[in-house]
């Protein structure tokens, strides 16, 4: 999600694309289990950066299946604060490319303790602007669109299909002589939801919330539930009362993501994981992380 002052939109032909591996998507909870950069010079690699990463915790059965990342795998791997200087050092000062980008600094931010201040662009957000037939974005959904490198929830394999996606963005808005300023442009919409309607009426499509379909569970520390669904309506989300084919993002109120830490998950949770491997685009967000996500 485009989401703070580094974010970018720009057409260039030197960077870095960047992949974390993670075991959830909650920043404060969980943790960086591998990551990936190519350095790209003159649109070609010249270069590439890989390490598996130790975490504290165990990688649980879900996030093994999903990647492939087995916990004897980690045995002996340095810990994410182990490689900060050398993979700060191989990012420099580039522009960072990525898809979903915002999740990955968010978690370098976190496991490096420092904040990243390099400019970064999310591959996702022109893919939803370039291909909008298309009913999901994520980058399985455009590496089988466009034939690209597969999409192997590995972290080098990952920064290969985002930089084979972002040469054929590229070549797809100079061959329709698009501009990036043809592309964001902020829309009028009206919506039609039973029971919370939005009280705004001009919405930024860029907004990680808009179109998507979202399910809270749990109790929410910080802020109603009825207020946080006021919310996501606002930004243009839509509400589903329970989890299905349909959901994008199942958001968990704090309490429930720390039972998870005990080992406990919820029947809206098991059914996400259980989507979610069986192909859908859906993911679970933390309650600080959603905070994080509609303050930016």
């Known amino acids: ?7 970018t939109k720009e057409i260039i032909d030197d960077y870095c694309v960047l992949d974390t591996e993670t075991t959830g998507l909650s920043s ?24 598996l990463i130790k975490p504290k915790y165990e990688v649980d059965d879900f996030i093994t299946s999903l990647t492939g990342i087995t916990n004897d795998m980690l045995i002996g791997m340095p810990s994410i604060l182990d490689i900060k200087e050398k993979l700060l050092n191989f990012i420099g000062d580039d522009i960072i490319i990525g898809h979903n980008t915002s999740f990955d600094i968010r ?12 400019k970064y662009m999310d591959t996702m957000q022109f893919s939803r602007k370039l291909y909008p037939e298309l009913k999901h974005h994520r980058l399985s959904d455009m590496t089988k669109y466009l034939n690209l490198h597969n999409n192997e929830h590995r972290s080098i394999a990952d920064c290969i299909s985002t930089k084979e996606l ?15 300023n043809d ?20 919405i930024d499509e860029d907004n990680f919330f808009y179109n998507r379909h979202v399910v809270f569970t749990g109790k929410l520390e910080k802020m109603l539930r009825k207020d946080a669904m006021q919310i996501i ?4 989300g839509i509400l589903d009362s329970s989890v299905n084919n ?26 996400a994981e259980k989507l979610k491997l069986e192909g859908n685009d859906i993911d679970i967000i933390d309650e600080l992380t959603f905070y994080d996500l509609i303050n930016q």
């Open 28 to 51: 404060y909870y969980d943790e960086i289990i591998e990551v990936g950069v190519l350095r790209v010079r003159n649109n070609e690699i010249v270069e590439n950066y890989s390490q």
């Open 166 to 180: 972002y040469d054929c963005i590229k070549k797809h808005m100079n061959a329709n002589n698009i501009a990036i």
């Open 233 to 236: 309506v606002n930004l243009g």
């Open 183 to 202: 592309l964001w442009k902020t829309t009028r919409t009206k919506f039609d939801i039973n029971s919370i309607t939005p009280d705004v009426v001009e």
């Open 246 to 271: 349909k959901t994008n993002y199942l958001i968990l109120g704090d309490n429930d993501y720390n039972a998870i830490l005990k080992g406990e998950k919820s029947s809206k949770h098991k059914k």
């Open 1 to 7: 999600m485009p989401c703070s002052k580094n974010y």
């Open 107 to 118: 978690f370098l931010n976190c496991g490096l303790k420092t904040e990243l201040d390099n």
